[in-house]
């Protein structure tokens, strides 16, 4: 796990929280427009771009979540990284 | 014309011992006006939406009042 420059987190950390807010606007909307096809396509497109961004960062910085969302390094290592409050 | 914030002035009684109330104002967000939310509006760029809090143009507002405090801001007519 090569260390990435800080810059690189902060960005990453960026993109994911803004794929993460349009799946939550996209999972609302459809919560009451069960029919609407563009939007559901969309939202598959954002889940999976949003488990890739994921992935990236957990490469470089760790596990982010937990209860098996996020593979573990060895040893256990989900508390090393920094809480989200202070990244 | 869609205003975020509305404004009135309560009526002030000739007999009145108390000062006239300053205008009082309350928010009114897009979504009350919206209804039933169409498919396929215009969305703000992924980026755009986090800093604007909201996927949809015509959902966005700023809530312009201070503090909640339903005073109102210099800037609003």
Redo the contacts between chains.
Sequence with gaps: MNKAPKADRYELM?KI???D??LV??TL?LD??PQ?S??IQQFNQLAVESRDLKNVYEQHFGPLRQYGASFSGYPWNWKDGPWPWQL | MYTPVKCYQPYYSPFDPCPPRTPICYATPPNLYLG??Q??LPQYS??E??YKG??WPSLYDPYPLEGGGYREQSTEG
Excluded: G
Aim: no cysteine; charged share 15%.
């Design positions: 960026e929280q803004v794929v807010f349009a606007e996209l909307y009451t427009h609407d563009q939007a | 039933f939310q498919p396929n992924l980026k939406a986090l909201t996927l």
